[in-house]
């Protein structure tokens, strides 16, 4: 047997049993700046007085809890941010089983690469920032070192048929990694290595818990970059699970356009690479795209290589007012119709340029009215010919300032508006009852000023905090909105907001996630969008690669 040493953590206080699993989780208030920290250097200690056998008592209780609730539809869900789970028919371990499986890979992976802390659980359970959030937590946390560790985690898993829920950057917003049946949550916050940079092959090898940014800082010296950018506390392994994007994929594509191959470890403990590394391959199924955006409910991904792409010789940015959204969305339609080379076109409402001079998280202000944020890169000549096409544009659908930056400074400035506004939301929160519900819908390029426009009136109707903002240049819409989960009515008008968005989207021909994916919150928008046939396709491949519903179970849709 072995015992690996796993880095100091930092000591956690402890809760009783009782506040461990109260039906309303506390909320850890937390600053955007502290948020950011976080994710990564709260780490797990062996406690005294909270012991395995009664943290697993009580995780079993309320894992029984859950199976008694029965399954929902989306209509049940949306009636709260913390109520309902799915159930399923297959029977996962009891107490003295959870047990054995802690003591077993305890034994294997050594005493602290296993947690049962209270707080560590609740980290990993719950999301200040997810859509939703539910009433049980995981049972454990595994802290695996590399690939071979998850096949042991995973065997144990098998072994007594407990749920497996895949962790890394823990950013996701649809309860993606939520633990609806208890089981083992498994956080790659020690396999964060770049294992490999192929320069003249322009791809990389990377773990799960390797930060986009932090690729990106590795890169920079070989004058290579990863162009995939969502929030910035996001990780590669949850990027490539839910199969994200970000503000790049105007120009740049999504995460499924990146991937080459991926390490998978299976439900029974099987390793498998999806295929090998050319950039092109017309040998057998397509299994990495298969894995790419399932969430987890698959397979655990353990490695991941990416195509990388030399650095732009240029790049500038610009930001672009307009007296209406409707005059903003209108103007980047034309634009993108041009076939202008833009890195990326944000949009961001007036309420949310409101709350980034509230939350003071850039170091400057900024006029209070709708707002397109572009992106340029390429060449010298071709970024200045397009920022001069689209000043031009921008000025026939009514523009009011046309500001671009004249060096490296002001574009990190003009551009640090557009990714601090998740940190902004946060920021402004007044206390535990106050809730963010952030969703996305994308459509046809075509039919997003109407959507964007219909949208905005709901929101400003709701009387509360509500803002729009989207990856225009592709479609995709999200909204932010915060309200009180004490106020009565709040949360049904949000609701109410929101399942009218969805259902708009879908009825242009889009879909109910651009980007955030399906996780717990959208099971039966998805259903909508794709039909019955097709949703049984993908339970036959959910059944067949996981025939006891152990990995990730409860997301993209009910067995």
């Known amino acids: 047997m072995k015992s690996l040493a796993r880095p100091a953590r930092r000591v956690l206080a402890s809760r009783t049993g009782t506040e461990l699993f109260n039906v309303r989780p506390i909320l850890a208030i937390r600053s955007a700046q502290r948020g950011v920290a976080t994710i990564q250097q709260t780490r797990p200690v062996k406690q005294s007085s909270w012991t395995t056998s009664r943290a697993l008592l009580l995780a079993s209780f309320s894992a029984s809890l859950a199976y008694l609730l029965g399954a929902y539809d989306v209509s049940s869900l949306m009636e709260s941010k913390q109520e309902k789970v799915t159930s399923v028919a297959t029977p996962y371990a009891n107490r003295e089983d959870l047990e054995k499986a802690v003591t077993e890979m305890r034994a294997v992976l050594g005493e602290d690469a296993i947690s049962t802390d209270a707080d560590d659980l609740h980290k990993h359970g719950y999301s200040e920032w997810s859509s939703m959030n539910i009433e049980v937590l995981p049972i454990a946390i595994a802290y695996p070192q590399s690939t071979e560790e998850v096949v042991t985690i995973a065997k144990v898993c098998a072994k007594y048929k407990i749920p497996q829920i895949p962790y890394s950057g823990g950013s996701s917003l649809e309860a993606n990694f939520s633990a609806p049946y208890g089981g083992v949550c498994i956080d790659f916050a020690y396999m964060d290595k770049v294992l490999a940079v192929h320069q003249n092959d322009l791809d990389v090898v990377v773990q799960p818990a390797v930060g986009w940014m932090q690729l990106n800082e590795k890169l920079k010296k070989d004058g290579l970059f990863f162009p995939v950018d969502p929030g910035p506390t996001a990780m590669i392994g949850g990027m490539a699970a839910t199969g994200c994007s970000g503000t790049n994929a105007m120009r740049y594509g999504t995460m499924r356009d990146w991937v080459i191959n991926l390490t998978v470890v299976m439900a029974d403990g099987t390793i498998i690479k999806t295929r090998r590394r050319p950039r092109k391959s017309a040998a057998g199924y397509n299994l990495t795209n298969l894995f790419v955006g399932s969430e987890g409910t698959l397979g655990i991904i353990t490695e991941i290589t990416l195509k990388v792409t030399v650095l732009p010789q240029e790049t500038n940015v610009a930001v672009v007012t307009f007296p209406?959204?409707?005059?903003?969305?209108?103007?980047?339609?034309?634009?993108?119709?041009?076939?202008?080379?833009?890195?990326?076109?944000?949009?961001?409402?007036?309420?949310?340029?409101?709350?980034?001079?509230?939350?003071?998280?850039?170091?400057?202000?900024?006029?209070?009215?709708?707002?397109?944020?572009?992106?340029?890169?390429?060449?010298?000549?071709?970024?200045?010919?397009?920022?001069?096409?689209?000043?031009?544009?921008?000025?026939?659908?009514?523009?009011?300032?046309?500001?671009?930056?004249?060096?490296?400074?002001?574009?990190?400035?003009?551009?640090?508006?557009?990714?601090?506004?998740?940190?902004?939301?946060?920021?402004?929160?007044?206390?535990?009852?106050?809730?963010?519900?952030?969703?996305?819908?994308?459509?046809?390029?075509?039919?997003?000023?109407?959507?964007?426009?219909?949208?905005?009136?709901?929101?400003?109707?709701?009387?509360?905090?509500?803002?729009?903002?989207?990856?225009?240049?592709?479609?995709?819409?999200?909204?932010?909105?915060?309200?009180?989960?004490?106020?009565?009515?709040?949360?049904?008008?949000?609701?109410?907001?929101?399942?009218?968005?969805?259902?708009?989207?879908?009825?242009?021909?889009?879909?109910?996630?651009?980007?955030?994916?399906?996780?717990?919150?959208?099971?039966d928008y998805l259903l909508k969008e794709l039909g019955p046939e097709t949703i049984n396709t993908m339970k036959m491949i959910k059944k067949a690669l996981d025939p006891y519903n152990l990995m990730n179970p409860g997301k993209v849709f009910d067995l």
């Not at 005059?327 to 076109?345: F, L, S």
């Not at 671009?404 to 002001?410: C, D, I, L, R, V």
């Not at 399942?499 to 959208?522: D, S």
């Open 324 to 523: 209406t959204i409707k005059d903003a969305a209108t103007a980047a339609g034309d634009i993108i119709r041009t076939g202008a080379p833009i890195a990326a076109c944000e949009l961001l409402d007036e309420v949310q340029m409101s709350v980034i001079n509230r939350a003071k998280t850039t170091e400057r202000t900024w006029k209070e009215v709708p707002t397109l944020f572009f992106k340029f890169s390429g060449t010298k000549s071709g970024v200045r010919e397009t920022v001069e096409l689209v000043q031009k544009i921008a000025k026939a659908n009514k523009s009011q300032d046309f500001e671009f930056a004249k060096n490296k400074e002001e574009e990190e400035s003009l551009w640090s508006a557009r990714k601090q506004v998740l940190w902004s939301m946060l920021a402004l929160k007044e206390d535990e009852n106050s809730q963010v519900w952030s969703t996305d819908v994308a459509v046809p390029i075509s039919r997003l000023p109407e959507l964007i426009e219909v949208t905005k009136k709901d929101l400003d109707a709701l009387g509360i905090f509500a803002s729009a903002l989207g990856h225009v240049g592709d479609g995709n819409f999200h909204t932010g909105i915060m309200y009180n989960t004490k106020k009565p009515g709040d949360k049904e008008k949000v609701m109410k907001c929101v399942k009218n968005m969805v259902n708009r989207a879908l009825e242009m021909e889009g879909t109910c996630t651009g980007e955030h994916g399906v996780g717990l919150v959208k099971k």
